[in-house]
C-alpha cells in the first residue's frame, strides 16, 4: 500500500519516477539474456582494454567491489571505439524488451520519468504502451528542458546519457565532472527540479 501523501503527489504530477538499473535487469530479449548489471559491464569493459596493467588493475577493482574507482581506471584507458562497441552490444543491439514492469511504471504516468540507465528500455516502454510522440526525451546535450516543463508534456530525463550515443555517457568521475562542467545549465535544472518535487525511485 502505497502512502496517501505518494499518490496525491503522483496524481497531481508533483513527482518524478526515477527508474534504476534493478527495473532493467528483470528484462530479457529473445535469447533469454539480460542486460548487464554494474559488475558485469565494467568486466565486459574491462576486456577490452588494451593495456595488460590497466586491465589488472580494472579486475582488481572490481573483484574489491571497488566498482567507482574501476570505472574510471576502464574510461581513462579504453579506446573510443572500443567503448562505444560494447555500451552498444550491450544495451542497444542485443534487443532487450520491456517487462511487465515497465507497463504499470507507464501507467502511472508522471511528467517527469527520470533513469541512470544507459540501455533505451525506457524509451520502448513509452513508445509500445503510450505511442511514438507520448513523450520528450532530454539528456545533458538536448536544450529546451525548461520548456518542456512547463508544457503538458512528459519527459524522459536521460540522466547518464544513452548507449546509442556513448560520447555522452557517464561511466566513471571524470565523465561527471567534465560534462557537468561543460553542461552546467541542465545539471543545475536538474537539481532543482530534484529538490521542488518528489522523487520515487524504482529499481
Known amino acids: 500500500m502505497w502512502p496517501e501523501s505518494l499518490c496525491r503527489e503522483l496524481a497531481e504530477k508533483r513527482c518524478i519516477v526515477h527508474v534504476g538499473a534493478g527495473l532493467s535487469c528483470q528484462c530479457v530479449n529473445i535469447a533469454g539474456e539480460h542486460p548487464p548489471g554494474w559488475r558485469r559491464l565494467l ?25 567507482l574507482d574501476a570505472a574510471e581506471v576502464i574510461r581513462t584507458n579504453i579506446s573510443a571505439g572500443e567503448y562505444a562497441s560494447e555500451l552498444k552490444a550491450s544495451f542497444v543491439t542485443a534487443s532487450y524488451q520491456p517487462s511487465s514492469a515497465h507497463r504499470y511504471i507507464i501507467k502511472i504516468a508522471p511528467k517527469i520519468f527520470a533513469t541512470t540507465n544507459f540501455d533505451t528500455l525506457m524509451e520502448t516502454a513509452l513508445v509500445d504502451f503510450s505511442g511514438l510522440d507520448s513523450f520528450t526525451q532530454f539528456d545533458h546535450s538536448t536544450s529546451g528542458l525548461n520548456d518542456a516543463i512547463r508544457s503538458p508534456d512528459t519527459i524522459l530525463l536521460k540522466m547518464h546519457g544513452c548507449a546509442k550515443r556513448p560520447v555522452g555517457t557517464i561511466l566513471g568521475r571524470s565523465d561527471y565532472f567534465r560534462l557537468r562542467q561543460q553542461y552546467s545549465p541542465f545539471f543545475e535544472l536538474v537539481t532543482s527540479i530534484y529538490k521542488v518535487n518528489t522523487v520515487l525511485f524504482i529499481g
Open 43 to 67: 568486466e565486459n569493459l574491462s576486456e577490452r582494454l588494451a593495456k595488460s596493467d590497466a586491465k589488472n588493475l580494472a579486475n582488481f577493482l572490481i573483484n574489491k567491489e571497488k566498482y
